[in-house]
């Protein structure tokens, strides 16, 4: 039978594991993945965007949110910007036929590389 007082020391020791995860997280900082696009391209929707790894994905139809698309500066769909802690990082660009010619592979290491800076 185990002891309290061992209990105690164990169930503390998980805490402090559950202590610094918590914090190696918010210290990273967030990196989100966002699409501006418009319901009339939808045929040039990114459809390997949600499976990126190691980050948050976000949609932006820009005709349904014009101050987005005006407080971000885009002037072509798709675009994809990257953001750390709220701030601009990368930012791909489609074609002049609004077409994305970045690939996933790209997108995730650029989001790799602005994880790995953080350390």
């Known amino acids: 039978m185990i002891k ?6 164990i169930f503390i020791s998980y ?6 995860v918590l914090l190696a997280n918010t210290a990273c900082g967030q990196v989100i993945v966002t699409e501006f696009n418009a319901g009339w391209n939808s ?10 790894n190691e980050c948050e994905v976000a949609k932006v139809d820009i005709v349904e949110e014009p ?17 750390n802690d709220g ?11 609004f077409k994305m010619l ?10 790799d590389e602005i994880i790995m800076s953080d350390f």
Request: charged share 25%; no cysteine.
């Open 43 to 52: 045929a040039n929707n990114v459809e390997w965007i949600d499976n990126l």
């Open 67 to 83: 101050k987005l698309q005006a407080k971000h500066k885009v002037v072509i769909v798709p675009t994809i910007i990257i953001f």
């Open 4 to 9: 309290l007082d061992e209990t105690w020391r």
């Open 102 to 111: 970045a690939t996933r592979e790209e997108v995730q290491g650029a989001v």
């Open 87 to 97: 701030e601009e990082v990368k930012r791909f660009q489609a074609d002049i036929s």
């Open 15 to 20: 805490m402090l594991v559950i202590l610094l």
